[in-house]
């Protein structure tokens, strides 16, 4: 199988001296373009820091089994869409591997990586779990919002053999209550799993919202986000 590129970065500099890095992943079938204008709009003016860039990666296009093997972006393809099903490992690995090459793109400038933080919608949130809690340990957080990790994942098997000593990275984990397609189970599931191995998880609870990003969530994101990575350092 040949190596995965991201197609496309969305990136939106600073305002002022560039400290810390935040990158955000689209959900399935989606784009950049679409993830930063849905982003841009609940902000209600662009989102951007004084210190922080944002980037916006676009997943590569590629057979995706739940669609019958049509072409899609995404980031990883799956068996079937719910907890249940056995992971693509390599599949996963691919993506995580091209990803990589951007946080590493980002440490090489001169950022640390305990000054980046990974964040990502639905399917874009498990690529984030993926990254910070498998190949990239060290970052300084992680943001997922309506996402899962099947039961038997490839994360929770990782983080059961690595030193239970290793300080890993705060998750904050958006949920919708109303979630038809991503239900709240399957967040609460991950959220158990995850901290049964050592990950502190702030868990938000969306009353009423389906599977959706809302403005709310944007909010406390530029608060989590300043929180964890200070102008001033």
């Not at 991201?6 to 939106?12: A, E, Q």
């Not at 639905?122 to 910070?132: I, N, P, V, Y």
Request: contains cysteine; charged residues 20%.
């Amino acid at each position: 199988m040949a190596a995965l590129k991201i197609p496309k970065v969305i990136t939106v500099p600073p305002t002022g001296k560039h400290t810390a890095t935040f990158f955000f992943f689209h959900g399935s079938g989606g784009s950049a373009n679409e993830i930063k204008q849905y982003v841009d709009i609940l902000n209600r003016k662009e989102f951007k820091f004084p210190h922080i860039k944002v980037v916006y990666p676009n997943a590569p296009e590629q057979p995706y089994t739940p669609l019958g093997g049509m072409l899609s972006n995404v980031w990883f393809d799956r068996k079937a869409i719910t907890h249940k099903a056995p992971e693509v490992k390599e599949s996963i690995d691919q993506i995580c591997k091209a990803t990589s090459e951007l946080i590493d793109k980002e440490i090489d400038n001169g950022v640390p990586i305990n000054r980046i933080i990974i964040g990502g919608f639905s399917m874009g949130g498990t690529l984030s779990m993926h990254l910070a809690y498998r190949y990239k340990t060290s970052l300084a957080g992680c943001v997922v919002a309506s996402s899962f990790l099947n039961d038997n994942s490839l994360v929770y098997e990782h983080l059961k053999s690595i030193d239970g000593e290793i300080k890993l990275p705060p998750m904050l984990q958006f949920h919708g209550l109303a979630d038809m397609m991503v239900p709240f189970s399957w967040g609460t599931a991950t959220r158990e799993n995850l901290e049964n191995n050592g990950v502190k998880i702030d868990l938000i609870k969306l009353p009423g919202v389906e599977h959706e990003l809302v403005r709310s969530e944007i909010e406390k994101l530029n608060n989590w986000l300043v929180e964890k990575l200070p102008e001033n350092i």
